[in-house]
């Protein structure tokens, strides 16, 4: 059974930071990419970030510069660095395990597995 669990989710102030962790487990994730959706009140989910087995990172637009995705030694673990926050940063973040790129668009793979998210809420 693939279980996906991040933390890190907390009350921030606008300009400050915040770092998420996400760990997946389950199955063999060496060859998955993982990545971060957000989703806002009334807005559809949305791809932050997505990091691929080799490393390559993958940006939305609107996080660009501010955050920062890695993955660990152990290839089933994400972060996601948040720095330079605002208050449009606010949703709740989910990890995935299987995300892409079009563009510079992060899209969740046809085989995803989703967290159970955690809520940053940015304080103006």
């Known amino acids: 059974q693939v279980q996906v669990v991040e933390s890190g989710g907390t009350l921030v102030q606008a300009g400050g930071s915040l770092r998420l962790s996400c760990t997946a487990s389950?199955?063999?994730?060496?060859?998955?990419?993982m990545g971060w959706f957000r989703q806002s009140p009334g807005k559809e989910r949305e791809g932050v970030s997505c990091?691929?087995?080799?490393?390559?990172?993958y940006y939305t637009d609107s996080v660009k510069g501010r955050f920062t995705i890695s993955r660990g030694n152990a290839k089933n673990t994400v972060y996601l660095q948040m720095n330079s926050l605002k208050p449009d940063d606010t949703a709740i973040y989910y990890c995935?395990?299987?995300?892409?790129?079009?563009?510079?668009?992060?899209?969740?793979?046809?085989?995803?597995?989703w967290g159970q998210g955690t809520q940053v809420t940015v304080s103006s």
């Open positions: 995935a395990a299987g995300c892409g790129a079009s563009g510079t668009t992060i899209i969740a793979s046809r085989r995803t597995y």
């Open positions: 389950g199955l063999s994730l060496g060859d998955y990419a």
């Open positions: 990091i691929s087995s080799r490393g390559t990172t």
